[in-house]
């Protein structure tokens, strides 16, 4: 079965950066569209940035500009850079393939940002 392992939250300040892990236990990054996902209290869980195979990304536009995602097909892993954090971007993180499979949904990593 496989599973997604989020990792490298943490508490920053506004203004700061951190890079998100997902390790995949298969190959599903390889072969599939992978996205990251966050989740703030009371506020539906939204995309905030995905990478094709092809290595095409889009993100939201509250983080575009201020995110990156990538890939390394070797290492079974996506990345996520978060550079100039702002409280708003304060959420549990998540990656799931897109569109996401109910099956895939880790434990995600808490991203706090402080003003």
């Known amino acids: 079965q496989v599973q997604l392992v989020e990792s490298g939250g943490g508490l920053v300040q506004a203004g700061g950066s951190l890079q998100l892990s997902c390790a995949a236990s298969?190959?599903?990054?390889?072969?599939?569209?992978m996205g990251w996902y966050r989740q703030s209290p009371g506020k539906q869980r939204e995309l905030v940035a995905r990478i094709t195979s092809g290595l095409i990304t889009n993100y939201a536009d509250s983080v575009k500009g201020r995110f990156t995602i990538s890939r390394d097909n070797a290492k079974n892993t996506v990345y996520l850079q978060m550079n100039n954090l702002k409280p708003e971007d304060t959420a549990a993180y998540y990656c799931n393939v897109d569109p996401p499979s109910h099956d895939f949904w880790g434990q995600g990593t808490q991203v706090t940002v402080s003003s």
């Open positions: 298969g190959s599903i990054v390889n072969a599939n569209t």
